[in-house]
């Protein structure tokens, strides 16, 4: 399979043609190009993917209903257990550290054992913990159920991505995305709502057991139904794991090549995988990982676009994270005195936000980019995503100030309402432009920039769990949101400084990206 653009044209990592303007009508250029392989994701029927994407989705909607429906039980566990709003808080900051962890640990075995395991070992783990967390009668086991909770979820962002980019084609990787976060946010904003009603109506515990039973419906799906999308393109003759220095060896013989021979094309007929190979519980690939877990760090560090995407995204998670908890516990006391039920529906603001995003933004961000594309003889550049940024920014702090000042003030409970959900809004916008930026701009390392991205937002939001507690009584809770919405509209300056100098970046790490991309097990595009 040939690349778009070998490093050969002349073009950075992510950019590419995206539109074919000799053509007789303009036409998109297809990125990823997907071999004559049936076997190939990128040539899945549009049925397979969406089996496989809408699972993939319903794995994230209940990964993040475990993670955020502990708040709706927070009155019965003062009562039932006498837990602290501090010890709550470290629970919650424990479940982000579980997170943080399990991530470097657990996603770099996607290399070599595939997707499919790691959804079904986190599905696993997430349905035991829910079956304890019906039963649990200490906070030492809160702060263990929260810790083994995050584990459990620690691979629904990364692997959910990559999944993404298995299956489809650069143009298509905004929407995509869009929807996985929009999931992300229906389980953190309306799994609360439901929750809300079971806790009133049936008690906390029968929140985690209807949970639990959801779950592990989910699980029994999963095994039936999601196919393993793990690819390695191959050369009839050659390893599909070729090493970084045969990769840097051929390079330089290449490059001092005189003559050029003639290629002949070799016909190969490919059968299709059975469905027991698909449903295989491990595809094992023989391919190192160690590397893997180490390597994210580097990549932190290496490249400006994963850097921008883990402040961004870890940040914006951050505020979301800090305004579910003090929600949780300022609307229980006067003058609100909400239920759980209350507390619940009060998340609809936030959810009304998501779903108007969701339905926007991401379809006009690809829109926007064949638009832009055009207008730059049909190429396209990462950076093109990053103007939906500037105004993100500023729908976040006007956000997040409104629901801060008006809880700190008393003020009516729709215009708390109404602040999380342009915060809601913006929230979307944010983390789906960071993300799909990512994709675009180092899709052969995604699953080592992915790990650093999770790792920086769940150190982020563990941090700010924390600390929040001592945050919001050292500044009181109104100073505390205008703080975190001036940072909100400082991080705009991040997608400026990279729509100026962001191609210029790419183009000066293009060989260090390309060595990093060749020990990958996929490498589509060098």
């Known amino acids: 399979m040939m690349p778009v653009h070998t490093p050969e044209d002349g073009f950075p990592p992510g950019t590419i043609l ?36 809408a699972l993939t989705c319903t794995y994230v909607l209940f990964t993040f209903v475990l993670i955020d429906i502990n708040s709706l039980a927070y009155r019965g566990y003062i009562k039932e257990l006498g837990l602290t709003y501090a010890t709550f808080n470290i629970s919650s900051g424990c479940n982000f550290a579980g997170l943080a962890i399990g991530c470097l640990l657990l996603i770099p075995c996607v290399h070599k054992f595939g997707r499919r395991p790691l959804y079904l070992v986190s599905a696993t783990l997430q349905l035991v913990c829910a079956v304890w967390w019906a039963n649990f009668h200490h906070a030492g086991e809160l702060i263990t159920l929260s810790f083994l909770v995050g584990i459990a979820g620690s691979v629904s962002e990364a692997i959910v991505m990559i999944t993404v980019v298995d299956l489809f084609f650069v143009h298509q990787h905004a929407r995509m995305n869009g929807i996985f976060i929009f999931m992300q946010s229906l389980g953190a904003t309306g799994g609360p709502v439901v929750a809300g009603y079971i806790v009133v109506s049936l008690g906390w515990r029968w929140m985690w057991k209807i949970v639990a039973i959801l779950v592990g419906v989910n699980l029994l799906f999963v095994l039936c139904f999601f196919e393993e999308s793990k690819y390695a393109p191959t050369i009839v003759g050659h390893s599909a794991s070729s090493k970084s220095t045969e990769f840097l060896e ?61 402040l961004t995204y870890g940040s914006i998670l951050s505020w979301f994270s800090a305004t579910v908890s003090a929600g949780s516990y300022f609307l229980i006391a006067k003058p609100y005195n909400f239920n759980a039920a209350q507390i619940g529906l009060f998340h609809l603001g936030g959810f009304a936000g998501t779903v108007l995003a969701t339905l926007t933004a991401p379809p006009l961000n690809d829109w926007l980019i064949i638009r832009l594309a055009k207008r730059n003889e049909g190429i396209f550049e990462p950076e093109m995503r990053l103007w939906m940024m500037f105004p993100a920014a500023v729908i976040n702090s006007a956000g997040l100030m409104m629901a801060g000042i008006g809880l700190a003030k008393g003020l009516h409970w729709a215009v708390l309402a109404v602040g999380n959900g342009i915060f809601g809004f913006g929230f979307i916008v944010t983390a789906d432009v960071a993300l799909t930026y990512l994709t675009d701009s180092y899709p052969d390392i995604l699953g080592d920039a992915l790990i650093a991205v999770v790792f920086v937002r769940n150190g982020l939001a563990m941090v700010i769990r924390f600390s929040f507690t001592d945050w919001i009584y050292g500044m009181g809770i109104q100073n505390t949101f205008i703080l975190i919405g001036v940072i909100a509209l400082v991080t705009a300056i991040l997608p400026a400084v990279l729509v100026i100098y962001g191609k210029r970046a790419r183009a000066k790490t293009a060989e260090k990206y390309r060595v990093y991309a060749s020990r990958q097990q996929v490498a589509r595009a060098i």
């Not at 303007?21 to 549009?46: C, G, H, M, V, Y």
């Open 250 to 310: 051929d390079k330089e013989k290449f490059d001092t090549t005189t003559e050029t021979q003639p290629v002949q094309s070799v016909q190969v007929q490919r059968s299709r995988k059975s469905i027991r190979q698909r449903l295989a519980f491990v595809t094992k690939t023989d391919v190192p990982i160690l590397q893997h877990f180490h390597q994210p760090l580097i990549v932190l560090f290496s490249f400006p676009a994963v850097a921008f995407a883990a």
């Open 18 to 53: 995206l539109e074919d303007r000799n053509a007789p009508q303009s036409e998109l250029i297809l990125s990823p190009t997907p071999t004559d392989d049936p076997d190939d994701p990128l040539n899945w029927s549009k049925l397979r993917k969406a089996v496989n994407f």
